[in-house]
């Protein structure tokens, strides 16, 4: 596709519920990056893959959270057991090389309501 | 840890006037982007800026990247009421070259027409 397409756009989860957000990238983009952001804020990184291999997950707050890209495309961010503290809008970026050193094509967001 | 600060956070003025958004750290990055964000989308980045001392200009944009790396400047010519937006600073490699981007925790601009 043209750009970064995220679903679904909103999400209203139970607190406890399960949740599975997906991502799918510019074709042919090497990395991909989950971020989340906060009202207002800057968003803040959660875990990156370069094709299929997770290279860095130091973001991820903690082991609720897990992101696969199995065949190196699309990519889904699942949380387990949502709590109130995890509502935000989670962004994924793609970039067509290892670096991010000419930017990246976000995504629209997924916004996460846990009530 | 790195770190950006950006200031200042929250900027409202009148149409017509100038202004200027400061993004500093102490640590040093091979390059610094700027994006954009409208409410209920992504950012969108503006421009990126890798040598030290460089100046790029984009319309009414000037983007400033600090000789030593370290900083950056956007600054805005007579701001008119669609430059309202989050403006986000960001910062490429430095102590982790993995193509995560660090990012500022944003500046809030309302132009007032």
């Known amino acids: 596709g043209a750009g970064v397409s995220q679903s679904p756009r909103y999400k209203v989860a139970k607190r406890g519920q399960d949740v599975a957000l997906r991502c799918d990238p510019i074709?042919?983009?090497?990395?991909l990056f989950w971020y989340q952001q906060a009202l207002g804020q800057g968003p803040e990184f959660l875990t990156y893959f370069q094709n299929e291999a997770q290279l860095d997950k130091s973001g991820l707050p903690s082991d609720r959270f897990f992101a696969e890209r199995p065949e190196g495309s699309v990519s889904t961010l699942k949380i387990q057991r949502t709590q109130q503290e995890d509502s935000a809008v989670y962004l994924c970026?793609?970039?067509?090389?290892?670096?991010?050193?000419?930017?990246?094509?976000f995504g629209s967001g997924t916004r996460l309501t846990v009530v | 840890t790195q770190l950006l600060e950006q200031s200042p956070q929250f900027l409202s003025i009148q149409e017509g006037e100038n202004l200027t958004v400061y993004c500093n750290s102490s640590s040093v990055f091979s390059s610094l982007q700027w994006y954009r964000q409208e409410p209920g989308e992504g950012p969108v980045l503006l421009v990126t800026v890798v040598t030290g001392g460089e100046v790029k200009k984009l319309k009414r944009l000037t983007f400033q990247f600090g000789d030593a790396r370290k900083d950056s400047s956007l600054h805005i010519t007579a701001a008119q009421p669609g430059d309202t937006g989050l403006y986000l600073c960001a910062g490429a490699g430095g102590s982790s070259n993995t193509g995560k981007l660090i990012f500022g925790q944003g500046t809030t601009l309302q132009v007032k027409p």
């Open positions: 074709s042919g983009h090497v990395s």
């Open positions: 970026a793609s970039s067509l090389d290892r670096t991010s050193n000419y930017g990246y094509t």
